[in-house]
């Protein structure tokens, strides 16, 4: 057995400062330049809409956090301590809570949930990951950082022992089946009723931790969408719960859900030349580690029928304690694989139809309705709003109304959604509905600049 051991961002003056260095780049001349031709246009603004769409949910993550690390005397601080009384296992449970980097308090937004075991270790790193992925190969999700400083091997071991290796074993463990209790009828509710999530929930856990996700993955599969079991400790109990496995997986409907799982490189405790090919042919309790790992891994993987969807990863150069941060970053990607763009290749191109993009546009919508149970915006409003103007800079008059239009549908408590589509009525030389839609930001926001536009545009 192995030990383990806000601010806001003015998005709307951000907006105003990209699309006017757009319009200075190409209508900039001097007497020694010629006009643009319409395939060099193309040509430019095809390489502008590129940057754009893979770089604009990095740009405004960074930026909201360049800005939140402003004036504070750390680089970073990570989950806030909250707590919770805990009738299951009669003590008070530790947990610690980091919101998403574009949560706003006065928007009524839901997120992902991720639950961390050992939170206080691995929050940070999860929290790391999303700061580099979030966005675009993972969705925004609140993280849930659940402390096991105190009684781990109680809560986390799956069974109880009495003795390890031939020896007397009187440390209090094999709870799980009561911390899971805690999780599903305390935790869960709190964290439902307290913060910003919705009921898409992801496991994650590292050896005991990696043990306690699988045993939840066979026993309560309703409680999350996706596990992420890093080194299980799957020998536990002379492979009890592999045993339970056997029957229980065969049977379950894991449609929708998935379970990403790895193992370390240290494949014998006394053997370095034992290898991920011949470590199944060892029969001593120094690969038994490993060899419960590889064997659960070919049980999933010979029960498709089940819907789970499942990788597994060998990480032949970390060891039990290293694993958890390559795991963590590939895991979160893997199990949201489903997440991640697609056509960008059409979106990027000039010649995409409107009728296509429109098709592009809703596939996503049902897709994303289909994984997470529930409607999402498919893309973040800072795309689509950008969008609408790159098309309206290019003359694509019908593209751009169409984007500011599901921006509305999308985001119809934006004031900046209305005001874009001003813009584009006002850009067309229709003042009366550039004003209706002016009037409706300033209704949403009472932002004075909206005041003062809707004087303006009374005045044409």
Known sequence: MLKSDLVQTDKHSIKILLRRKNLRFLRRTNHNTKPLTLIKLKLIMNRIQIILVIGLSFFF??????????????????????????????????FYVQLPADYNLNKNKKYPVVYILDGEVFLPTVNNVQNFYSGGFTPEMVIVGISNDKNRMRDLTTSKVTEMYGRPFKQENGEAANFSKFIETELIPFVENKYPVTNFRTLIGHSYGGLFAIYTLIHHPELFSNYLAIDPSLDWDNQKLLKQAQDILPINDY??????????????????????????????????????????????????????????????????????????????????????????????????????????????????????????????EELLNMSGYMKMDMEQMKKAKMYFEFCIEYYPNSANSYDSMADYYERNGDNNNALKFVTKAYEISGDDSYKDRIEALKKK
Not at 68 to 77: A, E, G, M, P, R
Not at 255 to 274: D, R
């Open 61 to 94: 993550q960074q930026f909201t956090n360049a800005q939140t690390n402003q004036n504070v005397q750390f680089l970073q601080k990570v989950g806030a301590l909250d707590s919770i009384y805990s009738k299951s296992l009669n003590e008070y449970r530790k």
């Open 255 to 380: 449609k929708e859900k998935s379970l990403f799982m790895s193992l370390n490189g240290q494949l014998n405790w006394q053997n370095p030349n034992t290898t991920i090919d011949n470590v199944m042919q060892d029969t001593t309790d120094f690969t038994l580690f490993a060899r419960s790992n590889i064997a659960f891994s070919n049980m999933v993987k010979q029960n498709t029928k089940n819907g789970l969807s499942f990788e597994w990863k060998f990480y032949p150069r970390d060891i039990h304690g290293t694993i958890p941060f390559p795991s963590i970053m590939d895991g979160l990607i893997s199990i949201f694989q489903w997440y991640q763009m697609e056509n960008i290749d059409k979106i990027n191109s000039f010649d995409t139809s409107k009728e296509e993009l429109f098709d592009i546009i809703k596939y996503r919508e049902e897709k994303l309705k289909i994984h997470f149970g529930y409607a999402v915006q498919p893309y973040p």
